[in-house]
């Protein structure tokens, strides 16, 4: 293979891959935008009341 072309390809390859940025985006909602942000911050309120609860309901089960 030509040098030329296996270095194009390389590069191409490379540039389809999911980088970190993109991987923080995905994972943060801000791939879909202020609403996808915004979700994902009600989601994070609300899953801690519901740790907090879990916790303390195998601390009251550990207690009998």
Do not use: C
């Amino acid at each position: 293979m030509p040098v030329e072309l296996d270095t194009a390809i390389q590069e191409n390859y490379a540039g389809s891959l999911l980088n970190t940025e993109r991987l923080i985006d995905i994972h943060s909602g801000r791939i879909f935008g202020s609403v996808g942000a915004l979700v994902v911050g009600i989601m994070a309120i609300l899953f801690m009341p519901m740790a907090m609860t879990g916790v303390w309901m195998w601390v009251k089960r550990r207690s009998e």
